[in-house]
């Protein structure tokens, strides 16, 4: 059973920084491309980025520059360190296994004031 587990959204004032966190379980994490989606409210769900199982990565236009997805094998975690937030990044983020197969996480909100 798979299971994707987020952590470390929150709270913060524009200009701050959050790091996302995402502990897979139930698949072969390093074999398994993973991104972070999010969704705001009114809004479609839309890629923020995404890693493949060799470490290649893209980004939204909207967060190039300011977020960064990474992975760490051994610890069958994903994660986004996202700087720079702005109040357009409010949203609820999704980590979400790309393949092989698909699933989602519960969600993380994160709130960016201004």
């Known amino acids: 059973q798979v299971q994707l587990v987020e952590s470390g959204g929150g709270l913060v004032q524009a200009g701050g920084s959050l790091r996302l966190s995402c502990a897979a379980s139930g698949i072969t994490f390093i074999t398994s491309a993973m991104g972070w989606y999010r969704q705001a409210p009114g809004k479609q769900r839309e890629l923020v980025a995404a890693i493949t199982r060799g470490g290649s990565t893209k980004y939204a236009d909207s967060v190039k520059g300011r977020f960064a997805i990474s992975r760490d094998n051994a610890k069958n975690t994903v994660y986004l360190q996202m700087n720079g937030l702005k109040p357009d990044d409010t949203a609820v983020y999704y980590c979400?296994?790309?393949?092989?197969?698909?699933?989602w996480g519960q969600g993380t909100q994160v709130t960016v004031s201004s």
């Open positions: 979400h296994l790309d393949s092989p197969g698909s699933s």
